[in-house]
């Protein structure tokens, strides 16, 4: 009972006017950013935060426009996977497989109005999981001291490629490198500078933002160029028939079991670390396969497998949010994305967060079902005038993406270093992406680096030298032992499952 | 091959981070662990991975051909430059030259790509300028 009057608590705070017209506004940019190719959840929110930074929001509102947007991009992927059998971004791929021909039988609304219910639902179920779950998952985290803390960021780091990551070497390299960069600057606990030499602008160090636009936002300017010839225009032609807008309720019925199963399967996929929103949509794709596609209808717009990857993934994207509040260590590429949106308004999330700052939490949180409502509302009847942002050829998009990543970092600091920082970090992020280094980790180091620092040297400190207290409760020996594993698994498992996924799509794609 | 240059640009990386470990200046009063012991053990995770690449390197990524290459390599030039000039020209001048020449590479006809430029610039410079009262960069005719 205590949760639901918090969560009431958290009305009060979410239902003001400003923060409602910022929750809508964010829902629309949101979904136009997951229906563009190429803008996803983690680059849509990215270059946002600092223009709700430099905006001057405070914290509910800054996080409530921008989990708003992240909500909002989740919902728009589908959009132009229907469409266009082009996915918006990676979690709606397996929504090409059913979505798309349904659109080519001239059921493109049909199809659309269903993915927006399933998404609804999806991200629906997974708030109510997150509110019931959360604060449990606090209850654990309030016995965590700094080894156990220790032990948690390095798990998050184990598992953040995934069980689908191909190579966990890279994965290694990434979080190596962006926790480097986390050390350059001023050390906190003792006042001295490291690899700054003598550059005045390091003695603050990198920050986060620069280094988050940079990567997502400006590298992606840069894979479009090398690509230009090929296939960036995108030209689609022919306009596809949308048909009529409203599925029958007895379409719905049929997937009601369906959107059932899949909601569960994608909240456990989304709080699990090193699943998240893609694996989310495609477990819940291959399990409805498994257990209703009876007649070989599944690949060939069976309403029910667009449902399926629809609800899977809006799911999964409440479940990635429940390990990011509860603990502060997140467990995807947008929810790191969303952590540094929490930093930077120098709230530390956490257990403590929940005590200290109760009103963010369940206000954000709140602003999450107000959201929903908005985008169901926003995503059935006026699904025509997303379609029509499709047509925004990415020759002009992009550079107008590239310009708005340098207002934002300017409106921050007003400084022209900055700016060459991010440039720098957005040619790091071109090259990476070729030799399919991921970016998230590299995020995630130079978001956590010091704060992982500061727990390990706490806890030595407290030990007075002694490093055995990192694994020195049966609480910090269970969490290493689910990171070493976490790590050690997808070595083995990682190219079969990655072969699975594509084999999966390839396969029904060529039917 | 490029996982072997990764790698070999990765451990000089970790060997530099390594050095410049030691020669951070410590101060009279730290603590039992100090500020040396995390960017150590980092080189060693950086330079481990580095040694999986040169030994176990992936296939190769398909290289762009070397005019696409040099197109990125301008990319990288005009935003460098877009950085460097902004807080002379200002921001509507800066921008419209850097939104105008990104667009025309892109495959926008060069007539367009000064209409799409200025367009960019204005749109950017009413919404977040005039409308939300960010504070862009002023160049020598206050805009």
Same mark, same amino acid.
């Given at each position: 009972m205590d949760t639901l009057a918090s969560l009431a608590d958290g009305f009060a705070v979410a239902l003001t006017w400003q923060n409602l017209s910022l929750a809508l506004m964010g829902c629309l940019l949101g979904t136009i950013m997951g229906a563009l190719? /190429? *803008? /996803?959840p983690s680059n849509g929110v990215a270059i946002l935060i600092p223009l709700a930074f430099s905006l001057g929001l405070g914290a509910t509102p800054a996080l409530i426009l921008l989990t708003a947007v992240y909500y909002g991009a989740m919902y728009g992927g589908r959009i132009s996977s229907i469409l266009l059998n082009i996915p918006g971004d990676e979690p709606a791929m397996m929504t090409c497989l059913d979505g798309y021909p349904m659109a080519q039988q001239g059921r493109a609304g049909e199809a659309l109005a269903l993915s927006g219910i399933a998404s609804f639902v999806g991200s629906f179920f997974a708030t109510w999981g997150l509110v019931l779950l959360a604060p449990q998952l606090v209850k654990v985290a309030l016995l965590f001291g700094p080894a156990e803390y220790f032990a948690l960021f390095t798990l998050a780091f184990a598992t953040l490629g995934g069980i689908a990551s191909t190579n966990q070497a890279k994965a290694a390299f990434a979080a190596a490198l962006g926790l480097g960069l986390a050390m350059i600057g001023v050390d906190a606990q003792t006042g001295v500078t490291r690899f700054?030499? /003598?550059?005045?602008? *390091?003695y603050d160090g990198i920050d986060f933002l620069v280094a988050i636009v940079g990567l997502f936002a400006l590298s992606e300017v840069f894979v479009f160029l090398e690509h230009r010839s090929t296939?960036?225009? $995108?030209?689609?032609g022919k306009k596809m028939e949308i048909g009529k807008l409203y599925p029958s309720w007895s379409m719905i019925k049929s997937c009601i079991p369906t959107m059932g199963r899949t909601t569960i399967l994608g909240f456990l996929a989304g709080v699990l670390p090193g699943a998240g929103a893609s694996l989310g949509s495609f477990i819940a794709y291959s399990s409805e396969k498994r257990i209703c596609d009876r007649d070989g209808t599944f690949g060939k717009g069976d309403p029910r497998g667009v449902a399926a990857p629809e609800t899977g993934n809006n799911a999964a994207a409440g479940g990635a949010l429940v390990p990011m509040l509860? *603990? /502060?260590?997140? $467990?995807s590429g947008t929810t790191a994305v969303l952590l540094a949106v929490l930093l930077s308004l120098n709230i530390t999330p956490g257990p403590l967060l929940f005590t200290q700052n109760p009103d963010v939490v369940w206000g954000l949180i709140a602003a999450l079902f107000i959201g929903n409502f908005m985008l169901l509302a926003l995503n059935i009847p006026m699904v025509g005038l997303f379609t029509r942002v499709l047509l925004v050829p990415p020759r002009i998009l992009m550079p107008v993406v590239a310009m708005i990543s340098f207002v934002g970092i300017y409106g921050i600091s007003g400084s022209s270093f900055d700016l060459m920082v991010m440039v720098a970090f957005g040619v790091l992020g071109w090259v990476l992406r070729k030799l399919e280094v991921p970016l998230v980790p590299v995020i995630l180091g130079t978001l956590l680096g010091n704060a992982m620092e500061a727990n390990l040297r706490r806890a030595v400190s407290i030990s007075n030298g002694d490093w055995f207290t990192l694994a020195d409760s049966w609480l910090s020996i269970g969490i290493w032992l689910v990171a070493i594993v976490g790590f050690i698994l997808p070595i083995f498992l990682g190219r079969v499952f990655r072969k699975k996924m594509d084999d999966e799509y390839e396969k029904e794609l060529s039917d | 091959m490029s996982d072997r240059i990764l790698g070999g640009v990765g451990l000089t990386l970790a060997i530099f981070f390594a050095w410049s470990t030691t020669l951070i200046q410590e101060s009279f009063m730290t603590d039992v662990v100090g500020p040396k012991a995390f960017p150590l053990i980092i080189a060693a995770v950086l330079g481990a991975a580095s040694l999986v690449f040169l030994f176990r390197p992936d296939p190769a990524p398909l290289w762009p051909p070397l005019n696409r290459l040099a197109e990125v390599g301008f990319a990288v030039l005009v935003c460098f430059l877009y950085a460097k000039v902004l807080p002379e020209l200002g921001f509507i001048i800066s921008t419209t030259l850097a939104a105008g020449y990104l667009t025309w590479r892109l495959g926008t006809r060069p007539l367009q790509s000064v209409v799409v430029g200025v367009a960019t610039a204005v749109g950017i410079y009413i919404v977040f300028r005039v409308i939300l009262g960010l504070s862009l960069a002023t160049g020598p005719f206050g805009f």
């Amino acid at each position: 009972m205590d949760t639901l009057a918090s969560l009431a608590d958290g009305f009060a705070v979410a239902l003001t006017w400003q923060n409602l017209s910022l929750a809508l506004m964010g829902c629309l940019l949101g979904t136009i950013m997951g229906a563009l190719p /190429g *803008l /996803g959840p983690s680059n849509g929110v990215a270059i946002l935060i600092p223009l709700a930074f430099s905006l001057g929001l405070g914290a509910t509102p800054a996080l409530i426009l921008l989990t708003a947007v992240y909500y909002g991009a989740m919902y728009g992927g589908r959009i132009s996977s229907i469409l266009l059998n082009i996915p918006g971004d990676e979690p709606a791929m397996m929504t090409c497989l059913d979505g798309y021909p349904m659109a080519q039988q001239g059921r493109a609304g049909e199809a659309l109005a269903l993915s927006g219910i399933a998404s609804f639902v999806g991200s629906f179920f997974a708030t109510w999981g997150l509110v019931l779950l959360a604060p449990q998952l606090v209850k654990v985290a309030l016995l965590f001291g700094p080894a156990e803390y220790f032990a948690l960021f390095t798990l998050a780091f184990a598992t953040l490629g995934g069980i689908a990551s191909t190579n966990q070497a890279k994965a290694a390299f990434a979080a190596a490198l962006g926790l480097g960069l986390a050390m350059i600057g001023v050390d906190a606990q003792t006042g001295v500078t490291r690899f700054t030499f /003598g550059e005045v602008h *390091l003695y603050d160090g990198i920050d986060f933002l620069v280094a988050i636009v940079g990567l997502f936002a400006l590298s992606e300017v840069f894979v479009f160029l090398e690509h230009r010839s090929t296939d960036a225009d $995108g030209d689609t032609g022919k306009k596809m028939e949308i048909g009529k807008l409203y599925p029958s309720w007895s379409m719905i019925k049929s997937c009601i079991p369906t959107m059932g199963r899949t909601t569960i399967l994608g909240f456990l996929a989304g709080v699990l670390p090193g699943a998240g929103a893609s694996l989310g949509s495609f477990i819940a794709y291959s399990s409805e396969k498994r257990i209703c596609d009876r007649d070989g209808t599944f690949g060939k717009g069976d309403p029910r497998g667009v449902a399926a990857p629809e609800t899977g993934n809006n799911a999964a994207a409440g479940g990635a949010l429940v390990p990011m509040l509860a *603990l /502060g260590v997140p $467990g995807s590429g947008t929810t790191a994305v969303l952590l540094a949106v929490l930093l930077s308004l120098n709230i530390t999330p956490g257990p403590l967060l929940f005590t200290q700052n109760p009103d963010v939490v369940w206000g954000l949180i709140a602003a999450l079902f107000i959201g929903n409502f908005m985008l169901l509302a926003l995503n059935i009847p006026m699904v025509g005038l997303f379609t029509r942002v499709l047509l925004v050829p990415p020759r002009i998009l992009m550079p107008v993406v590239a310009m708005i990543s340098f207002v934002g970092i300017y409106g921050i600091s007003g400084s022209s270093f900055d700016l060459m920082v991010m440039v720098a970090f957005g040619v790091l992020g071109w090259v990476l992406r070729k030799l399919e280094v991921p970016l998230v980790p590299v995020i995630l180091g130079t978001l956590l680096g010091n704060a992982m620092e500061a727990n390990l040297r706490r806890a030595v400190s407290i030990s007075n030298g002694d490093w055995f207290t990192l694994a020195d409760s049966w609480l910090s020996i269970g969490i290493w032992l689910v990171a070493i594993v976490g790590f050690i698994l997808p070595i083995f498992l990682g190219r079969v499952f990655r072969k699975k996924m594509d084999d999966e799509y390839e396969k029904e794609l060529s039917d | 091959m490029s996982d072997r240059i990764l790698g070999g640009v990765g451990l000089t990386l970790a060997i530099f981070f390594a050095w410049s470990t030691t020669l951070i200046q410590e101060s009279f009063m730290t603590d039992v662990v100090g500020p040396k012991a995390f960017p150590l053990i980092i080189a060693a995770v950086l330079g481990a991975a580095s040694l999986v690449f040169l030994f176990r390197p992936d296939p190769a990524p398909l290289w762009p051909p070397l005019n696409r290459l040099a197109e990125v390599g301008f990319a990288v030039l005009v935003c460098f430059l877009y950085a460097k000039v902004l807080p002379e020209l200002g921001f509507i001048i800066s921008t419209t030259l850097a939104a105008g020449y990104l667009t025309w590479r892109l495959g926008t006809r060069p007539l367009q790509s000064v209409v799409v430029g200025v367009a960019t610039a204005v749109g950017i410079y009413i919404v977040f300028r005039v409308i939300l009262g960010l504070s862009l960069a002023t160049g020598p005719f206050g805009f």
